[in-house]
């Protein structure tokens, strides 16, 4: 069983910088495909980047290119997202998930682990 707890939202203005944490514990970190998704109010919850443990290239959603770099830290078991030049619609809570199947995910269903949700508010 895998548990991930994330850490470093909070509250910024639109233009700042976050960086987002996701420990993970109790599997083998380096053999899991490793997401981060994001809730908006009254939204549904939508992929935002994701990093495979076979290939190392990441994958964003349109809307975070250039802006959210996601990375992982096999040694640490961490996941990490940084996150600049915030914008308000990035306003959501956060969270992190693990699957042991390889291979590109964005769907929230394929995802076998989740953490709590970290908030993160960017105001305008």
């Known amino acids: 069983q895998v548990q991930l707890v994330e850490s470093g939202g909070g509250l910024v203005q639109a233009g700042g910088s976050l960086r987002l944490a996701c420990a993970a514990s109790g599997g083998t970190f380096s053999r899991l495909t490793m997401g981060w998704f994001r809730q908006g109010p009254e939204k549904e919850r939508e992929f935002v980047a994701v990093i495979t443990w076979i290939s190392s290239t990441p994958s964003y959603v349109r809307s975070v290119k250039g802006r959210f770099t996601i990375s992982r830290d096999d040694a640490k078991n961490t996941l990490y997202l940084q996150m600049n030049n915030l914008k308000p619609d990035d306003t959501a809570v956060y969270y992190c998930?693990?699957?042991?199947?390889?291979?590109?995910?964005?769907?929230?269903?394929?995802?076998?682990?989740w953490g709590q949700g970290t908030q993160v508010t960017v105001s305008a």
């Open positions: 998930a693990a699957r042991r199947t390889p291979g590109v995910a964005t769907t929230p269903a394929t995802y076998e682990y």
